[in-house]
């Protein structure tokens, strides 16, 4: 009896089709779906991250047979359209924003001279653009090195309102490194393109070192993971809520 009821349970399950919702099969005896359990090889193809797919009866019967089934809500979630025909395309409002979020340095400092601030000014004065450029926190380290030399409350205040705007810039930026701006160049080149032919090419011959950096790179842009058809990769599951149905 016991197995006949939850014969019919996963029945229903499997016919019920909601809007915006994907699922994961897996066969193997988990309680909650992890990122820590994301594999490399070819189960990687279109990106790291967790599967998931919209068909219900895909992810039960031919990846989650004899073991468990999940939902996760996807309507809400910023995704890159992976498909290789009529998916997303780097556009140059997309690369805007990329030097935006990556750390343009230029961006950076011109934003820190927008505060009018004589100590911010005095600081990139005396250590030149080029330091500045390379690690805006000078300008934190310095005025917090200067606090204990401040003898009244009106400095000490206005010391700690330029500390707070100026974290307030660099909370902005996701600081770049060499990976970083190696995608970007790439992405840069291929305006126009396919996210799937140019994330293809980034991948290339070293597909297994490339994945899961590449996630992290979109991620830092804001991005919670990838589609490309029935499938969806998802590497951020800060903002999605996942379910076990069985």
Do not use: C
């Not at 409350?153 to 490194?177: A, F, P, R």
Request: hydrophobic share 35%.
């Amino acid at each position: 009896m016991k197995q006949f009821i939850a014969k019919l349970l996963r029945e229903n399950i499997l016919n019920e089709e909601v809007s915006g919702v994907v699922y994961h099969g897996t066969p193997n005896d988990v309680q909650e779906l992890s990122l820590d359990f994301v594999k490399g090889g070819e189960r990687v193809r279109y990106g790291w991250g967790l599967y998931f797919t919209s068909l219900k009866h895909k992810a039960a019967n031919d990846y989650g047979k004899g073991g468990h089934l999940f939902s996760a809500n996807v309507s809400n979630l910023k995704l890159l359209n992976l498909d290789h025909h009529n998916g997303d395309r780097v556009t140059s409002e997309f690369i805007a924003m990329a030097d935006r979020k990556l750390g343009n340095k230029d961006e950076i400092v011109n934003d820190l001279k927008s505060l009018n601030s004589e100590i911010i000014n005095e600081i990139i004065d005396y250590f030149g653009l080029d330091a500045i450029m390379k690690d805006p926190k000078i300008i934190i380290t310095q005025i917090e090195d200067n606090l204990a030399n401040v003898r009244n409350n009106n400095d000490y205040e206005m010391y700690i309102k330029t500390i707070e705007s100026v974290d307030s810039i660099l909370e902005q930026y996701h600081t770049i490194d060499d990976i970083d701006n190696y995608y970007l160049s790439l992405l840069k080149k291929g305006v126009g393109e396919l996210f799937y032919n140019v994330n293809k090419m980034i991948m290339g011959e070293h597909h297994e070192s490339h994945t899961k950096r590449l996630a992290m790179f979109y991620k830092s842009l804001g991005y919670d993971g990838f589609v490309h058809g029935d499938e969806y990769v998802l590497f951020n599951l800060g903002n999605v809520k996942i379910t076990k149905l069985y």
